[in-house]
């Protein structure tokens, strides 16, 4: 609660900008000068950070005479007193500049190490400033400009950046360099420039300050309005962008200028002041009558006259010599006069050089004539208005050198050249303080709002907030930085740094912020910085408010060092413990404050190393003290959180030792748990095989284990007291209330404690017996691991635990009608419901029933003295809930199996009886269909597994202990038996809910889900398909191909249809990917398995009429179900198809498949005619116009050529002729294919016989003969066929005889032998057709008997088919 110096950012680059600053100039030209500077953004920035180390650090005593050298000398040297330097208040832009050059440092956001985020300022523009010759920067600002936008919060648009040069000359540019606006004001040089900002008025009646920014001249002074000079900038600004935009030649930009708003500003001529070096603009003030009066008499003497209402008047306070501080007033309402010739650089001066990103924002890049021109002519300069002084502090022989303006406009700071800082009463005109020893001191001042807090219990809470001014001086002769507490405070704070810095006081904030704009906003702006050249950090100051009220009597600084003493005391080690209890103590007892003191009280109750035996000996300390004092004196709620404390200390000691007791009660036997036996040895076989995959490996800190002692901290920030002294429990994180139940319950359930005696003690304490009892079941659902390894001594245990609780005063209610539900037991019910640990649960519904049950009968007895069983609705309720929790633990311990490896995986569903009914009907169904896919289990092994399931269906009365039994024997099977035994299990506890159909579609539905993630696996949407085929319900599986087709697979196949339309062919895997969101192998896959659904759609839809539509039903005890409908539900809910529609769209896909599968060139639109592809991708419930009658032989010829390239695709793709094995199931040699073909062929009105011969050559010409003659026998026009095949045979002998590499002697013999018709034909018949030439001779003669068979004899080709058939002959015996 002390001063601190907070480091906020640090500067990269800060050496590379000393190096471009002092580096040696050589005497060019400007224009040719910013040639060079192009590539300052590429310096070497390697060795910056280690620099700091190399230089020379000593402390100089005097530096302000020092000329640094050309080379910038060693890095400890004060280079930066020798530059002008300013800090955005954002401090996200700081400016460094010296003599023509200027460097501008922007905000970045770094990772530092340790991966923390850290904000830095690094060089965002370097260049030169001046384009007058000779001219110096003299004076820069940066000042930021609110946003104009509705949704700003206080952070500022962009920042403009104000420089004064010895010339005169005031430019005003971007954050990157750019020049905005340039005006001569005065022609001496700038001394300083100033700016005054919106500050909200903190007190009704406080004159509201108009914005402005002021400028000093060595006898002059201009202040331009504030919101004149945020329109300009803001014009000159679009304009930039605009040019920027479009990149117009500078000639272009010149022609297109919007002429920014002129600016207002008020020149004074201040006379009667021999030298002035510094001031400020104090604002607007009004006089007090009295005032008014003094002043009129000394000005105008005893019988001058007084105006009925003051004058506003403008005050202005300079520092200098001769008098050493000047007063001036200026009356308000004078014309002011408009700043007509704006010289807007941006208009004439841009060119496309100027946004090169390689210039860096250097230079203008402009021709020297271009340049020569307007720097001739100078802009008029306004006369100034003379202003005299009204008053001064005259010191002769001492010289003022800076004033620095407070923010609460009543104060301000003078450093002189004598090492005095003066403290100004501006409303007064009187020095009021004065410091001494502070030579080249630097001034800034901190305003801290009071924290609220702190005067939350005062009865003036809703007054405005109190703000306490602190003066800060950095001495840099002495290296310190001290902050004094304002008017006549003490010093609050002394940091010790660095002799080099600079402190960076802006005095203003966001310009263009009104009492309107202001409204919620939370201006992040820092009010004093500190610049440590050396290393390079910015540091700013935190000062608590509590130190303006602070002096020697304060009780209140001496209590809050008592805190600071205690804080200091708590977080020391190796301090003995009766050490720390004595000083704590007496630190507690001093403390006078009533506030304080609970907040020392409550910083050390929840202080984790102090023992439990420490708090209670201070605590009770303190409550004596209390209640010793007068009842008047003592702070109520200080002595109520005494009191609540002590007690919950003392109860947190009396748990402890009762856990840490050596006796433990007996058991003694209880009738109510007869019977519990055996619904344990009944659950008992599921309960081991549950604790077999419960056991998840996972990584745990050792404090997060449950059993780790509770630290009394912890225990005391889980309780209150209440006013009625009862004690609540706070509930937080579920962790934290696991905890606090283990500390009370664990030892207990484990039977190491008297749970009796825990219970009274719990009972006394006054916590109710329904949070006892929801911290009992967290406990018991929490370490369910632990509680299996011992089922039947825990059962007990929590059975005993149960109740005793139920005994408590409050726990069941007295009036309690057995017949009606006990909301005591529906607590345990509701806690059991939506549980998800099955077994723990299924165990504390077992003990919750027992003893229920024998609640009821205990009050029945007392009631009715009768031998008959009470029947009531509470065991109605505990009957349905227990055998829910059985179903749940079966499934469970199902979907618990762990994947095998390799498998897709996932997270283990976990679930409960709530989260099963909230799934609705198809709950259950869905949670397994998961754990299907997460297994990976094939359509056909689950189709296996269900089909034993079928067979055993037919004895329904099977005893629990053949379950048992064969629940057994599986210990002894392999994993798979195992996980298929379990899968049956539950199927035989849901027989309705997992149902095969039932089970199917999830199944089904779950993969095409999957798929949809992630399409490049194609193989989930083949399974999807597989599932689907068997349903056996046309019904469910027209319902479920209806909704797969909307909802996944329609968009995706016109995404491919209008793609292989749009490139003529099966696009390549980019477009693929693009366009339908998946790779051309899976995008084949894709349309293979959409003819497959459309096929199934197909034949459902025809079976639908003769199956009546299923009955959908569901367990009795799951009827409660309430959530979305189940897959099969919605799918029965679907509307019928229309099957021409349905089978138009399979013709489609099969078409694509077939293109994609062997790279056919088409587009699929041109196969159809204009009423098939408007009916296309329609709704498949709805009636479309579709194509009849006889096609286009155009089109029909399209078609067939279509089919038949898929012919030759299929026959090129099975091409070697010796492989005996049979063909795939799918894929681009999968057998179906040519049937496929013809079928699209009568479908597409193609003549089947053409693609029967066409395969038939194609087949015969790859060599494939035996696959030919089974075709062959389908062909119905022989005669065509015939001289087809007398073409392939010449070509194959031509081969033989003409074309062979190794012709033999009787092959020429052949030759010379053949009639000179057939050697003519045969030479002219081309084997380069054929794409196997080499067939064995045997073939190729059954080729030619065949030829002979199939021509008539009265063909014109049969004679050369007798030649062919006496040549082939001939070869055969020679060979």
């Given at each position: 609660?002390?001063?601190?110096?907070?480091?906020?950012?640090?500067?990269?680059?800060?050496?590379?900008?000393?190096?471009?600053?002092?580096?040696?100039?050589?005497s060019e030209?400007?224009?040719?000068k910013?040639?060079?500077?192009?590539?300052?953004?590429s310096?070497?920035?390697?060795?910056?950070?280690s620099?700091?180390?190399?230089?020379?650090?000593?402390?100089?005593?005097?530096?302000?005479?020092k000329?640094?050298?050309?080379?910038?000398g060693?890095?400890?040297?004060?280079?930066?007193?020798?530059?002008?330097?300013?800090?955005?208040?954002?401090?996200?832009?700081?400016?460094?500049?010296?003599?023509?050059?200027?460097?501008?440092?922007?905000?970045k956001?770094?990772?530092?190490?340790?991966?923390?985020?850290?904000?830095?300022?690094?060089?965002?523009?370097?260049?030169?400033?001046?384009?007058?010759?000779?001219?110096?920067?003299?004076?820069?600002?940066?000042?930021?400009?609110?946003?104009?936008?509705?949704?700003?919060?206080?952070?500022?648009?962009w920042?403009?950046?104000?420089?004064?040069?010895?010339?005169?000359?005031?430019?005003?540019?971007?954050?990157?360099?750019?020049?905005?606006?340039?005006?001569?004001?005065?022609?001496?040089?700038?001394?300083?420039?100033?700016?005054?900002?919106?500050?909200?008025?903190?007190?009704?009646?406080?004159?509201?300050?108009?914005?402005?920014?002021?400028?000093?001249?060595?006898?002059?002074?201009?202040?331009?309005?504030?919101?004149?000079?945020?329109?300009?900038?803001?014009a000159?600004?679009?304009?930039?962008?605009r040019?920027?935009?479009?990149?117009?030649?500078?000639?272009?930009?010149?022609?297109?200028?919007?002429?920014?708003?002129?600016?207002?500003y008020?020149?004074?001529?201040?006379?009667?002041?021999?030298?002035?070096?510094?001031?400020?603009?104090?604002?607007?003030?009004?006089?007090?009558?009295?005032?008014?009066?003094?002043n009129?008499?000394?000005?105008?003497?005893?019988?001058?006259?007084?105006?009925?209402?003051?004058?506003?008047?403008?005050?202005?306070?300079?520092?200098?010599?001769?008098?050493?501080?000047?007063?001036?007033?200026?009356?308000?309402?004078?014309?002011?006069?408009?700043?007509?010739?704006?010289?807007?650089?941006?208009?004439?001066?841009?060119?496309?050089?100027?946004?090169?990103?390689?210039?860096?924002?250097?230079?203008?890049?402009?021709?020297?004539?271009?340049?020569?021109?307007?720097?001739?002519?100078?802009?008029?300069?306004?006369?100034?208005?003379?202003?005299?002084?009204?008053?001064?502090?005259?010191?002769?022989?001492?010289?003022?050198?800076?004033?620095?303006?407070?923010?609460?406009?009543?104060?301000?700071?003078?450093?002189?050249?004598?090492?005095?800082?003066?403290?100004?009463?501006?409303?007064?005109?009187?020095?009021?303080?004065?410091?001494?020893?502070?030579?080249?001191?630097?001034?800034?001042?901190?305003?801290v709002?009071?924290?609220?807090?702190?005067?939350?219990?005062?009865?003036?809470?809703?007054?405005?907030?109190r703000?306490?001014?602190?003066?800060?001086?950095?001495?840099?002769r002495?290296?310190?930085?001290?902050?004094?507490?304002?008017?006549?405070?003490?010093?609050?704070?002394?940091?010790?740094?660095?002799?080099?810095?600079?402190?960076?006081?802006?005095?203003?904030?966001?310009?263009?912020?009104?009492?309107?704009?202001?409204?919620?906003?939370?201006l992040?702006?820092?009010?004093?910085?500190?610049?440590?050249?050396?290393?390079?950090?910015l540091?700013?100051?935190?000062?608590?408010?509590?130190?303006?009220?602070?002096?020697?009597?304060?009780?209140?600084?001496?209590?809050?060092?008592?805190?600071?003493?205690?804080?200091?005391?708590?977080?020391?080690?190796?301090?003995?413990?009766?050490?720390?209890?004595?000083?704590?103590?007496?630190?507690?007892?001093?403390?006078?404050?009533?506030?304080?003191?609970?907040?020392?009280?409550?910083s050390?109750?929840?202080?984790?190393?102090?023992?439990?035996?420490?708090?209670?000996?201070?605590?009770?300390?303190?409550?004596?003290?209390?209640?010793?004092?007068?009842?008047?004196?003592?702070?109520?709620?200080?002595?109520?959180?005494?009191?609540s404390?002590?007690?919950?200390?003392?109860?947190?000691?009396?748990?402890?030792?009762?856990?840490?007791?050596?006796?433990?009660?007996?058991?003694?036997?209880?009738?109510?748990?007869?019977?519990?036996?055996?619904?344990?040895?009944?659950?008992?076989?599921?309960?081991?095989r549950?604790?077999?995959?419960?056991?998840?490996?996972?990584?745990?800190?050792?404090?997060?284990?449950?059993?780790?002692?509770l630290?009394?901290?912890?225990?005391?920030?889980?309780?209150?007291?209440?006013?009625?002294?009862?004690?609540?429990?706070?509930?937080?994180?579920?962790?934290?209330?696991?905890?606090?139940?283990?500390?009370?319950?664990?030892?207990?359930?484990?039977?190491?404690?008297?749970?009796?005696?825990?219970?009274?003690?719990?009972?006394?304490?006054?916590?109710?017996?329904?949070?006892?009892?929801?911290?009992?079941?967290?406990?018991?659902?929490?370490?369910?691991?632990?509680?299996?390894?011992?089922?039947?001594?825990?059962?007990?245990?929590?059975?005993?635990?149960?109740?005793?609780?139920?005994?408590?005063?409050?726990?069941?209610?007295?009036?309690?009608?057995?017949?009606?539900?006990?909301?005591?037991?529906?607590?345990?019910?509701?806690?059991?419901?939506?549980?998800?640990?099955?077994?723990?649960?299924?165990?504390?519904?077992?003990?919750?029933?027992?003893?229920?049950?024998?609640?009821?009968?205990?009050?029945?007895?007392?009631?009715?003295?009768?031998?008959?069983?009470?029947?009531?609705?509470?065991l109605?309720?505990?009957?349905?809930?227990?055998?829910?929790?059985?179903?749940?633990?079966?499934?469970?311990?199902?979907?618990?199996?762990?994947?095998?490896?390799?498998?897709t995986?996932?997270?283990?569903?976990?679930?409960?009886?709530k989260?099963?009914?909230?799934?609705?009907?198809?709950g259950?169904?869905?949670?397994?269909?998961?754990w299907?896919?997460r297994?990976?289990?094939?359509?056909?092994?689950?189709?296996?597994?269900?089909?034993?399931?079928?067979?055993?269906e037919?004895?329904?009365?099977?005893?629990?202990?053949?379950?048992?039994?064969?629940?057994?024997?599986?210990?002894?099977?392999?994993?798979?038996?195992?996980?298929?035994?379990?899968?049956?299990?539950?199927?035989?506890?849901?027989?309705?809910?997992?149902?095969?159909?039932?089970?199917?579609?999830?199944?089904?539905?779950?993969?095409?889900?999957?798929?949809?993630?992630?399409?490049?696996?194609?193989?989930?949407?083949?399974?999807s398909?597989?599932?689907?085929?068997?349903?056996?319900?046309?019904?469910?599986?027209?319902?479920?191909?209806?909704?797969m087709?909307?909802?996944?697979?329609?968009?995706?196949?016109?995404?491919?249809?209008?793609?292989?339309?749009?490139?003529?062919k099966?696009?390549?895997?980019?477009?693929?990917?693009?366009?339908?969101?998946?790779?051309?192998?899976?995008?084949?896959?894709?349309?293979?398995?959409?003819?497959?659904?459309?096929?199934?759609?197909?034949?459902?839809?025809?079976?639908?009429?003769?199956?009546?539509?299923?009955?959908?039903?569901?367990?009795?005890?799951?009827?409660?179900?309430?959530g979305?409908?189940?897959?099969?539900?919605?799918?029965?809910?679907?509307?019928?198809?229309?099957?021409?529609?349905?089978?138009?769209?399979?013709?489609l896909?099969?078409?694509?498949?077939?293109?994609?599968?062997?790279?056919?060139?088409?587009?699929?639109?041109?196969?159809?005619?204009?009423?098939g592809?408007?009916?296309?991708f329609?709704?498949?419930?709805?009636?479309?116009?579709?194509?009849?009658?006889?096609?286009d032989?155009?089109?029909?010829?399209?078609?067939?050529?279509?089919?038949?390239?898929?012919?030759?695709?299929?026959?090129?793709?099975?091409?070697?002729?010796?492989?005996?094995?049979?063909?795939?199931?799918?894929?681009?040699?999968?057998?179906?294919?040519?049937?496929?073909?013809?079928?699209?062929?009568?479908?597409?009105?193609?003549?089947?016989?053409?693609?029967?011969?066409?395969?038939?050559?194609?087949l015969y010409?790859?060599?494939?003969?035996?696959?030919?003659?089974?075709?062959?026998?389908?062909?119905?026009?022989?005669?065509?066929?015939?001289?087809?095949?007398?073409?392939?045979?010449?070509?194959?002998?031509?081969?033989?005889?003409?074309?062979?590499?190794?012709?033999?002697?009787?092959?020429?013999?052949?030759?010379?032998?053949?009639?000179?018709?057939?050697?003519?034909?045969?030479?002219?018949?081309?084997?380069?057709?054929?794409?196997?030439p080499?067939?064995?001779?045997?073939?190729?003669?059954?080729?030619?008997?065949?030829?002979?068979?199939?021509l008539?004899?009265?063909?014109?080709?049969?004679?050369?088919?007798?030649?062919?058939?006496?040549a082939?002959?001939?070869?055969?015996?020679?060979?």
């Amino acid at each position: 609660m002390s001063c601190s110096l907070f480091e906020f950012c640090r500067l990269q680059e800060f050496k590379t900008v000393r190096h471009f600053l002092f580096r040696n100039e050589k005497s060019e030209p400007v224009e040719e000068k910013s040639q060079t500077e192009d590539n300052e953004l590429s310096w070497d920035t390697s060795d910056w950070e280690s620099a700091w180390e190399g230089g020379d650090n000593k402390e100089e005593e005097s530096t302000s005479d020092k000329k640094v050298a050309d080379d910038a000398g060693g890095q400890g040297e004060p280079w930066l007193q020798d530059c002008v330097v300013s800090l955005s208040p954002c401090a996200d832009l700081l400016v460094v500049a010296r003599e023509q050059k200027a460097a501008f440092l922007s905000a970045k956001w770094r990772t530092d190490d340790s991966g923390r985020e850290e904000m830095t300022l690094g060089v965002s523009w370097t260049g030169t400033l001046s384009t007058e010759e000779g001219e110096c920067v003299s004076s820069t600002i940066c000042i930021p400009l609110a946003s104009q936008k509705r949704s700003s919060t206080g952070r500022p648009d962009w920042t403009c950046v104000v420089v004064g040069f010895t010339s005169g000359y005031v430019r005003f540019y971007t954050e990157s360099g750019v020049l905005l606006l340039a005006q001569l004001l005065h022609e001496d040089p700038v001394l300083r420039l100033k700016c005054r900002t919106y500050e909200i008025p903190r007190h009704p009646g406080v004159t509201e300050q108009h914005e402005e920014l002021s400028i000093l001249y060595s006898a002059a002074m201009v202040t331009i309005d504030g919101f004149s000079l945020f329109q300009s900038l803001r014009a000159c600004r679009n304009q930039a962008a605009r040019v920027f935009a479009t990149k117009h030649s500078a000639a272009a930009a010149g022609n297109d200028v919007i002429q920014p708003p002129p600016l207002a500003y008020k020149k004074w001529g201040l006379q009667e002041m021999d030298t002035i070096v510094d001031h400020s603009s104090v604002g607007i003030m009004t006089l007090c009558v009295f005032d008014q009066m003094k002043n009129a008499s000394i000005l105008g003497g005893f019988n001058a006259s007084v105006k009925g209402s003051p004058p506003a008047m403008s005050q202005y306070v300079t520092v200098g010599s001769g008098p050493y501080t000047g007063f001036y007033y200026a009356i308000e309402g004078s014309s002011q006069p408009l700043l007509s010739h704006v010289a807007m650089a941006v208009a004439s001066k841009l060119t496309s050089a100027l946004f090169s990103a390689a210039s860096g924002w250097l230079g203008w890049n402009k021709n020297k004539n271009e340049e020569e021109a307007p720097q001739k002519q100078k802009p008029k300069v306004e006369p100034a208005t003379p202003l005299s002084i009204r008053f001064g502090l005259p010191d002769s022989r001492r010289h003022g050198e800076s004033i620095c303006l407070s923010p609460c406009n009543m104060l301000a700071g003078v450093t002189d050249d004598f090492g005095r800082v003066t403290l100004l009463d501006l409303a007064r005109g009187i020095a009021i303080r004065m410091w001494k020893g502070y030579r080249d001191a630097q001034l800034g001042w901190l305003q801290v709002p009071e924290e609220r807090s702190e005067r939350d219990l005062s009865p003036s809470a809703s007054l405005p907030r109190r703000h306490a001014l602190f003066l800060v001086i950095y001495a840099p002769r002495r290296g310190i930085l001290e902050v004094w507490a304002m008017q006549q405070g003490p010093r609050v704070g002394a940091f010790t740094v660095g002799k080099h810095c600079r402190l960076l006081y802006a005095g203003y904030r966001l310009m263009g912020v009104n009492s309107v704009t202001s409204q919620g906003w939370q201006l992040h702006t820092q009010q004093v910085c500190l610049l440590d050249p050396i290393t390079g950090v910015l540091r700013t100051v935190n000062i608590p408010f509590h130190l303006a009220l602070s002096d020697k009597k304060s009780e209140r600084a001496k209590d809050m060092h008592l805190v600071k003493k205690l804080t200091t005391l708590l977080r020391s080690r190796d301090i003995e413990l009766d050490i720390l209890e004595s000083e704590a103590r007496s630190i507690v007892l001093d403390i006078k404050h009533p506030a304080v003191k609970k907040q020392a009280l409550e910083s050390l109750l929840s202080n984790k190393n102090t023992p439990v035996s420490c708090l209670v000996n201070i605590t009770r300390a303190l409550d004596d003290t209390l209640k010793r004092q007068e009842p008047g004196e003592v702070d109520a709620e200080l002595l109520q959180l005494c009191s609540s404390q002590l007690k919950l200390l003392q109860l947190y000691t009396d748990i402890q030792q009762l856990h840490s007791a050596a006796d433990v009660e007996e058991t003694a036997e209880n009738d109510s748990l007869e019977g519990i036996e055996e619904e344990l040895s009944r659950v008992a076989p599921t309960l081991q095989r549950y604790a077999q995959f419960t056991p998840r490996p996972s990584v745990s800190f050792a404090q997060d284990s449950p059993d780790s002692p509770l630290p009394a901290q912890a225990f005391l920030s889980q309780l209150e007291c209440t006013e009625d002294e009862e004690v609540k429990v706070i509930r937080r994180s579920e962790t934290e209330w696991n905890q606090l139940g283990n500390f009370l319950f664990w030892s207990c359930l484990c039977g190491k404690s008297p749970l009796h005696k825990v219970c009274y003690t719990l009972q006394q304490a006054g916590i109710s017996p329904q949070q006892l009892l929801s911290l009992l079941l967290s406990v018991w659902l929490h370490r369910e691991k632990e509680l299996l390894q011992k089922p039947e001594e825990n059962v007990r245990n929590l059975h005993r635990l149960l109740v005793a609780l139920s005994d408590m005063k409050g726990a069941v209610e007295e009036s309690w009608d057995t017949q009606s539900i006990s909301p005591w037991w529906q607590q345990v019910r509701t806690t059991c419901v939506q549980s998800h640990n099955a077994a723990a649960a299924l165990l504390a519904a077992l003990v919750a029933h027992r003893a229920a049950k024998a609640s009821i009968t205990s009050r029945a007895d007392s009631k009715f003295q009768s031998e008959w069983e009470a029947v009531s609705l509470e065991l109605e309720q505990w009957v349905v809930c227990v055998r829910q929790l059985e179903d749940v633990l079966v499934l469970q311990t199902l979907l618990l199996v762990p994947p095998p490896p390799g498998a897709t995986g996932g997270a283990t569903v976990q679930c409960s009886i709530k989260t099963l009914l909230e799934g609705g009907t198809g709950g259950i169904a869905d949670s397994v269909s998961k754990w299907v896919f997460r297994q990976d289990i094939s359509p056909e092994r689950l189709k296996e597994i269900l089909q034993k399931r079928g067979n055993k269906e037919a004895d329904d009365n099977v005893e629990q202990r053949d379950e048992e039994e064969r629940h057994e024997q599986e210990k002894s099977q392999e994993d798979t038996d195992r996980t298929a035994e379990l899968l049956l299990a539950v199927c035989q506890r849901f027989p309705h809910s997992l149902s095969p159909d039932f089970l199917f579609a999830h199944c089904c539905w779950e993969y095409v889900v999957q798929w949809n993630k992630d399409p490049e696996e194609g193989r989930y949407l083949c399974w999807s398909v597989e599932h689907l085929k068997m349903v056996s319900s046309p019904h469910i599986q027209q319902g479920v191909c209806t909704m797969m087709w909307s909802t996944f697979i329609a968009k995706r196949l016109s995404a491919a249809t209008f793609l292989m339309e749009k490139v003529g062919k099966a696009p390549k895997d980019r477009l693929c990917r693009r366009d339908v969101g998946m790779g051309d192998k899976a995008m084949t896959s894709f349309l293979g398995c959409c003819v497959q659904l459309l096929n199934i759609l197909m034949e459902a839809d025809s079976a639908v009429e003769e199956v009546s539509a299923p009955e959908l039903s569901i367990e009795e005890a799951w009827s409660g179900a309430e959530g979305p409908a189940s897959i099969a539900e919605l799918a029965l809910e679907q509307r019928g198809v229309h099957y021409p529609l349905v089978q138009h769209h399979c013709l489609l896909a099969s078409l694509l498949h077939a293109a994609m599968t062997f790279s056919v060139k088409v587009k699929p639109f041109s196969l159809f005619d204009s009423k098939g592809k408007n009916a296309f991708f329609r709704d498949l419930t709805t009636i479309q116009l579709m194509p009849s009658g006889d096609m286009d032989p155009g089109l029909v010829s399209v078609r067939q050529e279509f089919l038949l390239r898929v012919l030759t695709g299929w026959a090129q793709a099975i091409d070697d002729p010796t492989s005996s094995a049979p063909l795939p199931s799918s894929g681009p040699k999968a057998e179906w294919w040519p049937s496929l073909c013809l079928e699209l062929g009568s479908l597409l009105q193609v003549n089947p016989d053409i693609l029967r011969r066409h395969l038939v050559c194609e087949l015969y010409s790859q060599g494939l003969d035996l696959r030919a003659e089974e075709v062959m026998l389908e062909v119905e026009d022989k005669d065509v066929l015939g001289s087809q095949l007398l073409v392939l045979t010449g070509q194959r002998l031509s081969y033989s005889l003409l074309h062979s590499q190794n012709q033999t002697q009787a092959a020429m013999e052949l030759l010379a032998r053949l009639p000179p018709t057939l050697c003519t034909w045969l030479k002219a018949m081309d084997p380069r057709e054929l794409r196997c030439p080499l067939i064995p001779l045997p073939q190729t003669s059954r080729l030619v008997g065949r030829l002979i068979e199939i021509l008539p004899e009265n063909h014109a080709q049969y004679s050369l088919a007798l030649h062919l058939l006496e040549a082939v002959e001939v070869l055969t015996t020679e060979d």
